[in-house]
């Protein structure tokens, strides 16, 4: 999805003072919305999209959203290209932050070398205004939990070539060799 288009499940969500416990916001797509979900993301179709999220302060003048999205959706089947349904179950949850804030800069960088930890927290965002999307958010983590590659259960992603059973392996390259002169 680029930054440029709106998600069919957008929900922008005030960030202005926002109580301590966090504000709470539930997202249940209409079926226009879920059409929407299927086209945008290449699916045959969504039953469900369903995100329970918190919006809550987080440090001085951040923010944090959390909680889950859940989707029933179809997909088709790489192998036989016949439709396969699917369960989208995914946790939610990032820091926002806002543009220029002194929350945003980063002191792994201070001394030339970079230190990521692939299983730590993600890098706050940054936002601008008084909002932020997070039915767009809640899109993205759904978008996470789409299976690339869905096959149809009991179906192997590439089929068993048939090979005679009295065929002889070919032994050293220069056996190969022999039989390509042969043949030649």
Not at 42 to 66: C, I, M, N, Q, T
Not at 74 to 101: H, K, M, N, Y
Not at 119 to 130: C, H, L, Q, R
Request: hydrophobic share 40%.
């Amino acid at each position: 999805m680029s930054a440029a288009a709106k998600s069919p499940v957008s929900f922008r969500a005030s960030v202005m003072r926002l109580p301590k416990k966090g504000m709470p916001v539930t997202i249940d797509a209409s079926l226009e919305q879920r059409a929407s979900l299927a086209r945008e993301h290449g699916l045959l179709d969504v039953r469900k999209f369903h995100a329970v999220l918190v919006v809550s302060p987080w440090k001085r003048d951040g923010v944090s959203v959390s909680g889950c999205v859940e989707g029933d959706i179809v997909q088709e089947c790489i192998v036989t290209l016949e439709p396969v349904d699917a369960r989208i179950e995914e946790e939610v949850w990032a820091v926002f932050i806002p543009e220029g804030s002194n929350l945003g800069r980063d002191d792994r960088f201070s001394a030339g070398e970079v230190i990521l930890d692939p299983e730590g927290p993600d890098a706050p965002e940054s936002f601008s205004g008084t909002q932020i999307d997070v039915g767009a958010l809640a899109e993205q983590f759904f978008a996470l939990g789409i299976d690339p590659y869905p096959r149809k259960e009991g179906i192997e992603p590439f089929p068993k070539a048939d090979v005679e059973e009295d065929s002889q392996p070919l032994g050293t390259l220069a056996e190969k060799l022999a039989v390509l002169k042969r043949k030649g």
